[in-house]
Structures are given as C-alpha cells and as structure tokens.
C-alpha cells in the first residue's frame, strides 16, 4: 500500500495549512493513520492519530487545539487542518498507515515520503 502526502508549503506564523495523505494499492482495508512530524536536527515525533471509525482520534499535547486529524474512509485519505502554526512546526510531515492486505491476508504498516512545512517567525 503506497501513501502520498500533499498539501506542506511555507507559511508565516498564525498561518494554515491542510495535509493529506492518500493511499493506493491493491485491494486493502485501512485501520489507524497517523501523522508524525520530524524538525530539524531531531527525531521523529507522533502528531496525531485517526481511527477506522474515524470518530476515534488523539492529538499529541504541543497541537492540541490548533490541529485537527480527520479521514475519508470512502477516498482512503487522511487529512491534518492546520491552524495558528508556530516556527516550532516546522518539520517534514508523514504520515502512516497500518491495516490488511485483502488478497493476502498480511498486515501493512506503510510510510509515506513526507512533506516539507515551514513556518517562519
């Protein structure tokens, strides 16, 4: 299962942008979806999670009321609405999928390429 983030560019600080992630593949069913985010010069950090049932989510402390995560089920797409962005944002954007693999019956935990988000001051 592949995913495809969108939507990252460079914003000044208050600024908004809205992420998505798309997955493609051979026929598959989606469970969790998250967004992490690595700023520069430091690890990899959780941001947000969907769940299946999509009324399910939890966001990380430091985006708690300025990010919202929801999904499409019915697209197989991911989306993270960005608001009130601080310089401390700034980072590349990933997001992940795990779920099932119909044809074989094997569990996925896919990775997409990431995006770039820049908020400067």
């Known amino acids: 299962v592949r995913l495809v983030e969108s939507g990252g560019g460079s914003v000044q600080t208050g600024g908004s942008l809205r992420l998505s992630c798309a997955a493609s593949?051979?026929?598959?069913?989606?469970?969790?979806m998250a967004w992490h985010r690595q700023p520069p010069g430091r690890q990899r950090e959780w941001v947000a999670s969907a769940h299946s049932d999509t009324t399910r989510t939890n966001l990380a402390d430091s985006v708690e009321g300025r990010f919202t995560i929801s999904r499409d089920n019915a697209k197989n797409t991911m989306y993270l609405q960005m608001n009130s962005l601080k310089p401390e944002d700034t980072a590349v954007y990933f997001c992940?999928?795990?779920?099932?693999?119909?044809?074989?019956?094997?569990?996925?935990?896919?990775w997409g390429q990431g995006t770039q988000v820049t908020v400067s001051s």
């Open positions: 593949g051979s026929r598959f069913t989606l469970g969790t």
């Open positions: 992940n999928a795990v779920g099932v693999e119909l044809a074989t019956g094997r569990t996925f935990d896919s």
